[in-house]
């Protein structure tokens, strides 16, 4: 038998990569097995973000190392963002790796090619990822991801706006769509489509419910963005909008070329058109120079622009960024772990509060599966919610009536379809 293991680690893009691989080796007649010490093939996906992620997988291929001395005929493939431009130097390190594939690059290996953009899983998920644009040209001071992933490089409109009709067809109740920055989609491509006019195109998809995207990028986000998002019915009112950093200079040190004042301004047009918006952010704390004046800046953005969720993570030097060859790594990792849970605690009094004003409302969602005897899925504003029930609910849109709420999820009562 033909079989394949893959490992994941990392973003949605990696997850959404994962995907396409495991379709384009079940096309192949080869099957996923559980034990990863079965496969025949092995691939690892790797993330580089921060060092936490490079470590896992570096002790994921010293794991893999061993196993192919026993096992020499498995074939290990790297993949993610630890392959880098120029693999010369990773073939020394990790001689046991059969083949490196560069993220979101082309490949072509054992039979396995990804030029045909038109293999998709048999069944897809009722909330299916498709990749818009590939690559970054930002360079975010502290950010790998430029240099493993490459420039941008959106797919063309009709390739996409087709693989979403064949993932509705077998399925798919709802799309993600994404990128390192969906709002600079299309500037690449002839006719320089934008990711406002993709919306409208896929907002005329039959049996297509529900469209989200991220991540966005607050320098780039357009007017006809925020009305694509106001006056869309498919598309859910819900942006995930990184800030990064409260405070100017911290802002400017990191290169995201925009500060508070126009961060917040945003913010406020985007509650305009969309008044139930749902705001989440990504922040870093502890990058270089960040003393306690800059970081009660971050705190005090946090606690006013009411965001559901807040992904706060340490700032972690990454090779070949700006900020590590130019910063000193000043602040000490006791505490960037205390800014971190400073963060989380001040945060998890946000969402609270908001998910208690849910208590008692009615709220449509969209389910996507089973946990521990409970269904599960998401409201148009991406908060989870369980109930019960023992008939099947999978894919559908039901009304739940919302009983108990906490900061990350909310539970209630099936009241009709
Ligand atoms: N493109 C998105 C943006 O502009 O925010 C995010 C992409 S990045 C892969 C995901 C998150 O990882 C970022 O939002 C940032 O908070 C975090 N991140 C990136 N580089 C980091 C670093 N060197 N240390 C800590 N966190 C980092
Ligand atoms: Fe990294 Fe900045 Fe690009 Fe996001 S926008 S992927 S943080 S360089």
Redo the contacts with the bound molecule.
Sequence with gaps: MLSYFIWTIGCQMNQAESDRLSALFEARGYQAVPDIEAAGIIIVNSCMVRKSAENRTINKLMMLKHLKNTSPETKIVLTGCLVSENTDEQKEQYPFVDYFLKAGGKFDFEGITNENPGVLPAQAAVSSPVTIIQG?????S?????YR?GREKSRPEDEIVNEVKMLVERGAKEVVLLG??VDSYGHDLPGKPDLAGLLHKLNDVEGLQRIRFL?N?PKDMTSQLIEAISGLEKVCEKVNL?V?AGDDDTLAAMG?GYNVAQYVALVDRLRKSVPDIALTTDIIVGFPGENEHRFANTMKLLVTRCFVGVHAAMYSPRPETMAAKKFDDNINQEEKKKRVKLLDKAQAVIAGEINARLAGKKIEVLVEGRKKGKWYGRTRSDKLVFFESSDNWMGQTVCVKIENTSPWSLKGRIIET
């Design positions: 970054c040209n930002n360079f975010c502290y950010c790998i991801v430029p992933r390192q920055n991540t990028h990184p990064q995201r």
